[in-house]
């Protein structure tokens, strides 16, 4: 069981700057992997960064690479991202997922536990 809660969204302009923070509670050992993924109205959620516990390995979607960057804090057990650049394309529920075993980083159905999410607002 591990408990993910989400902070730092807000609203920002068009080439802001915005860092989101994940903390992890609980059964935290049996963690593998963490992600972020994110939602807008009327579309799918889709996956954003994610980042191995163990090894400290980075992954990113096309779309966020070069601007977003994903960190983690072994001994807070928290991830965070780092988000620059924004764009009103960012704009969506950001969620935070953990992930027990290694899995396909990209896919939302690989993660067990997911935090309530944090708006994100990239205005124009």
């Known amino acids: 069981q591990v408990q993910l809660v989400e902070s730092g969204g807000g609203l920002v302009q068009a080439g802001g700057s915005l860092r989101l923070s994940c903390a992890a509670a609980g059964r935290t050992l049996s963690i593998y992997r963490m992600g972020w993924f994110r939602q807008a109205p009327g579309k799918e959620r889709e996956f954003v960064a994610a980042?191995?516990?163990?090894?400290?390995?980075?992954y990113y979607a096309d779309s966020v690479k070069g601007r977003f960057t994903i960190s983690r804090d072994t001994a807070k057990n928290t991830v965070s991202l780092q988000m620059n650049s924004l764009k009103p394309e960012d704009t969506a529920v950001y969620y935070c997922a953990a992930a027990r075993f290694g899995s396909t980083y990209y896919s939302d159905s690989q993660y067990d536990y997911w935090g309530e999410g944090t708006q994100v607002t990239g205005s124009s």
């Open positions: 980042i191995t516990w163990s090894t400290g390995s980075t």
